[in-house]
């Protein structure tokens, strides 16, 4: 699959499944996307290529995130104690992003009322602990 930015300057072409899809609460996120979650498709990092332009970086606090420079797109993190790299979950095509859970929910600004596991820290797929909050 191929995804591009908002101006189609940079292609970024997916190779492998997902390891995860979910909503990520925490305060990097939401201070980098300027929203109260972002939706993240984690894949493995060699499965996730930049094939056409070249996306700017920067680190807020822990991981490098990479963007156009042109449009603004966040692009997707670099997770490299993981071999992850997890893509901005509205570029992918209607109906690829599927959401199993949310994570760091202990640094929501609001309560969402859906059915998805709502995980105070990180999801145990990720060495967190099973322990959610109670909205």
Same mark, same amino acid.
């Given at each position: 699959?191929?995804?591009?930015?908002?101006?189609?300057?940079?292609?970024?072409?997916?190779?492998?499944? *997902?390891?995860? =899809?979910?909503?990520?609460?925490? /305060? /990097?996120?939401? &201070?980098? $996307?300027? @929203?109260?979650?972002? #939706?993240?498709?984690? $894949?493995?990092?060699?499965?996730?290529?930049?094939?056409?332009?070249? *996306?700017?970086? +920067?680190?807020? &606090?822990?991981?490098?995130? %990479?963007?156009?420079?042109?449009?603004?797109?966040? %692009?997707?993190?670099?997770?490299?104690?993981?071999?992850?790299?997890?893509?901005?979950?509205?570029? %992918?095509?209607?109906?690829?992003? =599927?959401? =199993?859970?949310?994570? $760091?929910?202990?640094? @929501?600004?609001? *309560?969402?009322?859906?059915? %998805?596991? $709502?995980?105070?820290?990180?999801? #145990? =797929?990720?060495?967190?602990? /099973?322990?959610?909050? /109670? +909205?």
């Amino acid at each position: 699959m191929r995804v591009t930015c908002g101006c189609e300057r940079i292609e970024i072409e997916i190779t492998a499944a *997902p390891v995860a =899809q979910f909503f990520c609460h925490c /305060d /990097d996120c939401r &201070k980098v $996307h300027g @929203a109260a979650y972002v #939706p993240e498709s984690v $894949h493995p990092a060699h499965a996730v290529t930049v094939v056409k332009g070249r *996306p700017a970086s +920067w680190t807020l &606090k822990r991981n490098p995130r %990479l963007f156009c420079a042109d449009c603004g797109t966040r %692009l997707f993190i670099e997770v490299a104690a993981l071999g992850l790299r997890g893509v901005n979950g509205c570029l %992918l095509p209607d109906g690829a992003f =599927q959401p =199993q859970y949310h994570v $760091h929910c202990r640094f @929501a600004v609001r *309560p969402v009322g859906d059915s %998805l596991p $709502h995980y105070l820290s990180r999801s #145990p =797929q990720f060495g967190g602990t /099973d322990e959610c909050v /109670d +909205w």
